[in-house]
């Protein structure tokens, strides 16, 4: 029914940006909160940022807040998580994700992307 597709990632040295991009099909992302979830090896997936149907709000985890910035643009039916100041343990599969209802728990989150890595060395 729904299909997100991920991609952005990259190899980087710490300091740098890089935006990914998360696009769907199927529904169109107004529709549902949208949400950037990381998966490191050897560790649990943690949320990342979440954007509100409109765009108008958004979350970060502490980690992350005031480096990332989450972004919706419906005329492409994309989301973005412009990623600044990337530090080695930003590193990990970055995944999008859309729920029903606003929340940071991943198992709230009921259509999930391939994930893109995203490398950060020091």
């Known amino acids: 029914q729904v299909q997100l597709v991920e991609s952005g990632g990259g190899l980087l040295q710490a300091g740098g940006s890089l935006r990914l991009s998360c696009a769907a099909s199927?529904?169109?992302?107004?529709?549902?909160?949208t949400a950037w979830f990381r998966q490191a090896p050897g560790k649990e997936r943690e949320f990342v940022a979440a954007?509100?149907?409109?765009?108008?709000?958004?979350q970060y985890a502490d980690s992350v807040k005031g480096r990332f910035t989450i972004s919706r643009d419906s005329t492409k039916d994309t989301v973005y998580l412009q990623m600044d100041s990337l530090k080695p343990e930003d590193t990990a599969v970055y995944y999008c994700?859309?729920?029903?209802?606003?929340?940071?728990?991943?198992?709230?989150?009921?259509?999930w992307g391939q994930g893109t890595q995203v490398t950060v060395s020091a």
């Open positions: 954007i509100s149907r409109s765009g108008g709000r958004s």
């Open positions: 199927g529904r169109t992302f107004s529709m549902y909160v």
């Open positions: 994700a859309i729920s029903n209802v606003w929340t940071v728990l991943d198992n709230s989150y009921r259509y």
